[in-house]
Every structure is written in structure tokens, then in C-alpha cells.
């Protein structure tokens, strides 16, 4: 099997969300535990390698509610 790319993972990971029957909610007022843990699910069964210590660093991070934007450009991601 060819190595995963980060796109399928995310899609993958977004993906076995929609199929389970326990809601997932993500919020900046939510616990980020269960989200966690369930990322850490995803990549132990998909032998995904562990994130480095800066992963951080190496993201960028849409600005805002990207659906609720009205279309306005958003000038970090334009910038790439």
C-alpha cells in the first residue's frame, strides 16, 4: 500500500466521524480530550507516524468561521 498523504488522512479521520453514532463536538468551548483521543485512534489503526514536537509550526490555521466569511478573501491563505 502507497504511503498515506496528509489530505487523505484528514479526510479519512473526517470521514469515520460522519459514520459514527456518538456526536463529535468541536468548539473552542468544547473539551479537546475526545477529540484527541479519537485522532490518536485514527492514526494508531491507519499506522500514521506520530507528529513531530513542533507540528505546529508547520500549519496554517484558516482565520475565523470559514462558513460564515461571506466570501470575504481570507489574506494568510492568499499569501501562500
Do not use: Q
Request: charged share 30%; proline share 4%.
Amino acid at each position: 500500500m502507497d504511503a498515506t498523504k496528509a489530505s487523505e488522512a484528514i479526510y479519512g479521520f473526517c470521514g469515520w466521524l460522519t459514520t459514527r453514532k456518538e456526536k463529535t463536538v468541536m468548539s473552542s468551548s468544547s473539551d479537546c480530550a475526545i477529540i484527541a483521543d479519537l485522532v490518536k485512534e485514527f492514526c494508531e489503526v491507519n499506522k500514521l507516524s506520530e507528529p513531530s514536537e513542533k507540528w505546529h509550526e508547520n500549519l496554517i490555521h484558516p482565520d475565523g468561521e470559514c462558513s460564515h466569511n461571506k466570501g470575504e478573501p481570507n489574506e494568510k491563505l492568499d499569501k501562500r
